[in-house]
């Protein structure tokens, strides 16, 4: 659902943050546990009925559809989605290519 340059920015984010609520529930969780005893997994469960209901309700459905349907999905039908590559990046990709193929010394290797 990200252009390419930014997933991953996008997966270093979303990893950070795993790891700070893993850290956040490690550090509560004996605090809840003195303080509710039996009943200490009963707010994980609320917070989880409640991400549950949110994926359901505004979340759409993803697959079998490609990336601008999607994108068309959470924008609206009307947004048109450009996507543009560096051209010193595709220009480097097709030399690297051609020399993988060709047997040359290129940055890619060769087969020769």
């Known amino acids: 659902m990200f252009e390419s340059k930014y997933v991953a920015p996008a997966q270093s984010i979303a990893c950070q943050v795993n790891w700070v609520c893993n850290f956040i529930i490690g550090v509560a969780f004996p605090s809840l546990n003195a303080a509710l005893g039996v009943w200490t997994f ?27 349907e999607i994108q068309q ?14 051209s010193d990046y595709r220009d480097s990709y097709r030399d690297t290519a ?14 020769g």
């Not at 979340?59 to 079998?64: A, G, K, Q, R």
């Open 98 to 111: 051609d020399d993988a193929y060709s047997g040359g010394a290129g940055a890619g290797g060769g087969f």
């Open 73 to 86: 999905l959470i924008h609206g039908p009307d947004v048109q989605f450009t996507y543009e590559i560096d």
């Open 42 to 68: 009963i707010p994980f469960g609320v917070v989880l009925a409640g991400c549950f209901v949110f994926t359901m309700c505004y979340l759409p459905e993803t697959l079998n559809r490609t990336v601008d």
